[in-house]
């Protein structure tokens, strides 16, 4: 099973990452923002198991638009985060939206956000910021000796991990609204 395996950690801005990506020799790969989109139905179901059904869609900086359906399991809390989630590529993304409502889905939530990501140490990090919520910086990587080897080099290992999603952070701020810049 697809599993995500990541670190969230609240930085106060980007510029000591950048500086300590630069000198650990990682990969630029690119900046979007991104228009994310949460669903559940009966009233709160999936967010009462603590699973997530997203669709998200990213411009990058060439100004094309990606769509990408996601399906998020609960997440175990075994040091790092760790869930099963899938990833399914939508192309038209506009039509996702009102196929998930004619299944009986409801749209509970949109938050965007910018993220920069760069691929260090066989991770990708990820420098993101949502508007109201602040700057974080995600590892993910293919396990958690991984991920946190990464965290240490760049100068993070000391810094407390974020437990709670983007979507719970936004929710709290919004409800059931949107977290637009």
């Known amino acids: 099973m697809p599993m995500e395996i990541e670190v969230k950690l609240r930085v106060a801005g980007f510029a000591a990452v950048r500086a300590a990506l630069a000198r650990e020799g990682a990969l ?48 175990a809390t075994t040091g790092v985060r760790a869930r099963e989630a899938f990833d399914v590529a939508v192309d038209p993304v506009e039509q996702v939206g009102p196929l998930l409502e004619r299944l009986g889905f409801l749209r509970v939530l949109l938050f965007e956000k910018d993220r920069e990501t760069w691929e260090l140490g066989g991770c990708l990090v990820e420098l993101d910021k949502l508007p109201r919520l602040g700057t974080f910086v995600e590892v993910e990587g293919p ?15 000391d810094e407390a991990d974020v437990v709670e999603g983007y ?14 810049f």
Do not use: C, I, W
Request: aromatic content about 4%.
């Open 28 to 75: 630029r790969v690119g900046q979007v923002r991104e228009v994310n989109v949460f669903y559940d139905r009966n009233g709160g179901e999936l967010r009462r198991g603590d699973r997530g059904l997203r669709v998200r869609v990213s411009r990058g900086e060439d100004g094309k638009e990606h769509g990408l359906l996601t399906f998020k399991e609960p997440a």
């Open 143 to 157: 396990s958690e000796e991984a991920v946190r080897v990464v965290q240490g080099r760049l100068g993070l290992g």
């Open 167 to 180: 979507s719970r952070m936004a929710r709290r701020e919004v409800g059931a609204g949107e977290l637009r």
